[in-house]
């Protein structure tokens, strides 16, 4: 790569004004009073001159217009620079102190109260950005009746009182189309910046307005490109503030930073990115898995973030009172979710990527607030066991719009394994789907092996039973009754979870006994399909007892299950095999460590 490159979108309107050709000047109804001098080449923001009106003394508001008539793309905006010297003898911006001005003639105009003597107290040149476009933006005011063509463009000022009596007071300078500006090239040894790029468009020879300098780094509006679909962008920086202006009379959207171009390389460590509008907020975006890393940074009142993939790093990062985050892959250790402004129902944080968050989300914070909403969203693309860690959530209950977790799958059934996780944690499900939350599960790993030569064997039959102490069910006793194939299992705080697998006997109707992967209906029932028509209630002396496993060891010898356990848990049981080459079975036995699980190894004899 070369060094970094900036460009814009923005076109002209009218940049240089060497005359007051083209040039309108407007009082309160349209028509015109007083002077302009042009070129004024002593107080401009960009260039080597502005035009500049004189002032008046008596209450009055007075302006001008030039005429450029000119397209105005779709997302684009007129961007135009304006200067009051007398800002206190204006009215307030509520009632059009200072004023944008775009229509279709002198006396057809729509007026956009951009500033006032109560916003712009300091006064100084500032850009404004507005959209002209018919039903884009509603205007303040308008004079006469302006259509949907773009043919003037200017600024008018409200003196409600008294006004200054000296000078030129009133100016405008640049007026351009235009929204994007991108930011291209870098490498390490002059890496693309926040504070070069701002330098560049800021420059007195540009000043695009879409791009400002300021104390702590930058002040951005439009359309922000850290890279495009064609050219990849390198940049390094820290410790700096990137300002969102405030854009009232643009389209929501307008304000947007992207990251673009799967070769683009980016680090940035200690940038916090704050939007000044309400309304339109702004939004960052990472495109096509870009290497993009946001170290220790912070977002502040933006709308939303879009993470770009596996290559985005956002570790100790912290969104705080903005829309919703989405990851895609990328790496959120120990970021907060502080204060979202997300619609009720919606989500702070939402995951609807088929790998398991555990190791990408781990150490995160969220905090609720009084917005009814939930942590985190899982969508239909998130897997069915997934585990939370060290995750901390504050605020959240119920299975409402406040829950914890929301589940967009309609079916089956997701387990959600939570260790090391603070504060309620809670599921809000849709239709049949089941979610199972599991607080810090143990596992309990039976390896087997042949005793011999120590391979593992794949396919040995596993069955591993709670025994007498523990907190699992041994021997509970329990009612069954039928409905169709369904039976239903009254078995008082049962502490089961939906899939888990029981050992049902004494049943006089042995459709019943046996081992059964069981539905949870409620803490103190479940349900189980049976074959053929028992009679129901089923009679005899019932009992139900945990099977821990129950199932074939994969091509590595292993067979597991995690769960968590109040008390340590005692278990019997047996591996088989049970098909050439044949091996004796072993009988299996122990304690299962309620904090830290439990490795088994069961080293089968052969047996021919």
Known sequence: MAAPAYATDLATI????????????????????????????????????????????????????????????????????????????????????????????????????????DTAVKGGWIAYFIDPRTGSVTPSTTIGSPSGTTSYFGARWSV??????????????AIRRGRNIEITAGDSGTPATWAAAAVHADATAQRWG????????????????????????????????????????????????????????????????????????????VLNNAAFSYLAGAFEDINTTTDGGTNSVWDGT??????????????????????????????????????????VIDGMTFTKGTNSHHAIEFGTSAPTTMTIRDCNFTGFSGTGTAATLNFLRTTGSTTVNLIGCTGTITAQVTGSHTVTLVTDPVTLSVHVQNINTGAAISGARVYVLAAATGPLPFEDTVTITRSGSTATVAH???????????????????????????????VNSYTFAVSG????????????????????????????????????????????????????????????????????????IPDE
């Open 492 to 522: 008082t705080s049962h502490g089961f979870d939906t899939n888990h697998w029981v050992k049902i006997e004494g049943a006089d109707q042995e459709e019943y006994n046996g081992g059964k992967q069981i539905t949870v209906t409620g």
């Open 14 to 117: 009218i940049i240089e004004m060497p005359n007051t050709t083209g040039w309108t000047l407007i009082s309160s109804g349209g028509g015109g009073a007083n002077s302009l001098t042009a070129p004024e080449t002593d107080d401009f923001i960009q260039g080597a001159n502005c035009i500049s009106r004189n002032p008046w003394a008596s209450a009055a508001i007075r302006g001008m217009v030039y005429n450029a008539a000119t397209t105005i793309a779709a997302g684009d905006v007129v961007v135009v620079w304006i200067k009051s010297d007398a800002t206190q003898a204006l009215a307030t911006v509520a009632s059009g102190g200072i004023q944008a001005l775009i229509g279709s003639g002198t006396g057809a105009l729509n007026c956009y109260y951009v500033d006032g003597s």
């Open 160 to 173: 409600p009182v008294s006004g200054p009596s000296k000078g030129f007071p009133f100016k405008i300078d």
């Open 210 to 285: 879409l791009l400002q300098v300021t104390d702590t780094g930058a002040k951005v509006a439009g359309r922000l490109y850290w890279g495009t679909s064609g050219t990849a962008v390198y940049s390094r920086d820290s410790n700096k503030t990137i300002v969102l202006a405030k854009t009232p009379f643009t389209v929501s959207d307008f304000t947007q930073i992207i990251v673009s171009n799967a070769s683009t390389d980016i680090e940035w460590t200690g940038i916090t990115i704050s939007a000044l509008d309400t309304a339109n907020r702004g939004t960052f975006t």
């Open 533 to 604: 028509t028992p009679t129901t209630p089923a009679t005899g002396t019932i009992l139900a007892t945990a099977i821990i496993i129950f199932g074939t060891t994969n091509g590595s010898g292993d067979i597991t299950d995690s769960r968590s356990y109040g008390s340590d848990q005692d278990f019997t049981g047996r591996v088989r095999y049970s098909s050439s080459p044949y091996y004796k079975s072993s009988p299996l036995s122990g304690t299962i460590d309620n904090a830290i699980g439990l490795p088994v190894t069961v080293s089968l």
């Open 318 to 359: 912290v969104w705080r009172r903005t829309n919703a985050v989405t990851a895609a892959g990328g790496s959120f250790l120990d970021c907060a979710i502080r204060l979202p402004t997300v619609a009720t129902d919606a989500a702070g944080f939402i995951y609807n990527v088929a790998t398991d968050p555990d190791g």
